[in-house]
C-alpha cells in the first residue's frame, strides 16, 4: 500500500495529477491481490477485481475509467466487440480515450494471469450492468482461450483496436 503523501510520489506534477497518479496505482495494486475469482460469483468478482476504478454498477469515475454498465452489452454484439473485451482484459490498455464525449485518461493493466473461466464471467457479468438496449450472450471460456491464443496484444495494440472499432461503428 502506498503511504507517502501523494506530492512527494510525483513532486514536480500538480496535486490532482499526483493523487491521481497514487490512487491509480493503490487501484491496481488492489486488483493484483484480490481473491481469486469463483464462478459461481461473477459480481463479487467484478467488484472485487474491477470495481475500485469500474465501480461497482460499472458506471465508471469521471476522468479516468469508463463507464460500462449499458455500454457493454452493445460492444459484445459484435464479435469484434468480444473480442476487443477479451484482450482489454488480458493486455490491458492506457492512455487517453473518449466515451460519451467525455475525455478520460487511465491506465487499465492487463489480467492475462486470471483463467479464462474467470475472464468470460467476469466479462459475462460485464454485459449485465446497467441497462442495455439488447442483452449480450454470456462470454464462455473457449471464446477467451481462443482470444489468448491468437497472440498477446499490448496496451498500445488495444487501444489502436478501439480507433478501428470506433470507426466501424462496434464501439460508440
Request: net charge positive; aromatic share 6%; charged share 15%.
Given at each position: 500500500m502506498i503511504s507517502a503523501p501523494a506530492s512527494t510520489l510525483a513532486p514536480n506534477?500538480?496535486?490532482n495529477v499526483a493523487?491521481?497518479?497514487?490512487?491509480?496505482?493503490?487501484?491496481?495494486?488492489?486488483?493484483?491481490?484480490?481473491?481469486p475469482v469463483l464462478a459461481a460469483d461473477a459480481k463479487t468478482a467484478f467488484v472485487s477485481r474491477c470495481g475500485m476504478c469500474h465501480q461497482a454498477?460499472?458506471?465508471?469515475?469521471?476522468?479516468?475509467?469508463?463507464?460500462?454498465?449499458?455500454?457493454?452489452?452493445?460492444?459484445?454484439?459484435?464479435?469484434?466487440g468480444r473480442r476487443y473485451m477479451a484482450l482489454v482484459v488480458l493486455g490491458g490498455m492506457a492512455g487517453r480515450?473518449?466515451?460519451?464525449?467525455?475525455?478520460l485518461n487511465g491506465v487499465m493493466p492487463g489480467m492475462a494471469s486470471l483463467t479464462d473461466a474467470e475472464i468470460a464471467e467476469v466479462l459475462s457479468h460485464v454485459v449485465?450492468?446497467?441497462?442495455?438496449?439488447?442483452?449480450?450472450?454470456?462470454?464462455?471460456?473457449?471464446?477467451i482461450a481462443a482470444v489468448r491464443a491468437g497472440g498477446k496484444a499490448t496496451m498500445g495494440d488495444n487501444k489502436e483496436l478501439r480507433s478501428q472499432l470506433i470507426a466501424e461503428g462496434v464501439i460508440k
Open positions: 506534477v500538480a496535486p493523487s491521481n497518479v497514487a490512487f491509480t496505482f493503490a487501484a491496481i495494486a488492489a486488483m493484483l491481490v484480490a481473491a454498477g460499472g458506471e465508471g469515475l469521471a476522468g479516468q475509467f469508463p463507464k460500462l454498465a449499458g455500454r457493454a452489452a452493445a460492444i459484445a454484439q459484435a464479435p469484434a480515450i473518449e466515451v460519451e464525449g467525455a475525455a449485465t450492468l446497467g441497462k442495455p438496449a439488447k442483452a449480450a450472450k454470456p462470454f464462455k471460456a473457449a471464446e
